[in-house]
């Protein structure tokens, strides 16, 4: 079946504009999450869904971002007001229950450029 | 709070040669662990996890890591490497509560050497 899938796969933007990555989990997962990998930093978490509960915001690194996930499906990740920091791969991973040692499905990611 | 250390950045090793890849966590409570490879411009793929049991766990590709709870180590080995080995690694930690997210290491690029 078809794996997460993440659009566009290149974004390059200037600063001060906004973008929104979209991201399309696994169909029946009900966790989503977000991550940033940048260079030399690893990967870093930003933000998880899971059904209809609330979300875990805890790793967004200031308001200028914010996530959505509509219907328990898709979700897009918003970027206000770029910056050159923002500049990073943004990866959604998906899996199917939340808990103990669930597999954790990733899509190719976004490569974000804020010139 | 949780941590992933992966001292080596990149390791580099000829081909059929063994490797190991280091990774050390810090967590208060139960954890489970991971280990992902990225190879060039592709997604991450699960090698392998240790959720509880055998502290020696199988992945594919080879792949094997022992989980050492004294010495909040998880490091990956292959006996002997291919040249399609050649990717970053990266090591991973989710504790055993609420949201299950992975607290990643700074990745290991394994190059193969012919």
């Known amino acids: 079946g078809a794996g997460v899938s993440q659009s566009p796969s290149n974004k390059v933007t200037e600063k001060g504009k906004d973008v929104e990555l979209r991201c399309d989990p696994i169909s029946g997962h009900t966790a989503l999450y977000w991550y940033r990998q940048s260079l030399g930093q690893g990967l870093e978490f930003l933000i998880y869904f899971q059904g209809n509960s609330a979300p875990d915001k805890s790793g967004l690194p200031s308001d200028r971002f914010s996530a959505e996930r509509t219907g328990g499906s898709v979700s897009t990740l918003t970027i206000q007001r770029t910056q050159q920091e923002d500049s990073a791969v943004y990866l959604c991973?998906?899996?199917?229950?939340?808990?103990?040692?669930?597999?954790?499905?990733f899509g190719p990611g976004t490569r974000l450029t804020v010139l | 709070a949780q941590s992933v250390t992966q001292l080596d950045s990149q390791v580099p090793v000829f081909e059929e040669a063994p490797v190991e890849l280091r990774c050390n966590y810090s967590s208060s409570v139960s954890v489970y662990l991971f280990w992902y490879v990225q190879y060039p411009n592709q997604g991450l793929q699960l090698l392998l996890k240790y959720l509880s049991g055998s502290t020696l766990v199988k992945g594919i590709n080879g792949f094997e890591a022992e989980f050492n709870k004294s010495q909040t180590s998880f490091h990956l080995r292959k006996p002997s490497v291919h040249i399609s080995d050649t990717a970053e690694y990266f090591c991973a930690v989710s504790e055993d509560s609420g949201t299950y997210k992975y607290i990643f290491g700074t990745g290991t690029r394994l190059k193969v050497l012919a």
């Open positions: 991973a998906s899996s199917a229950l939340r808990g103990v040692g669930n597999e954790q499905f």
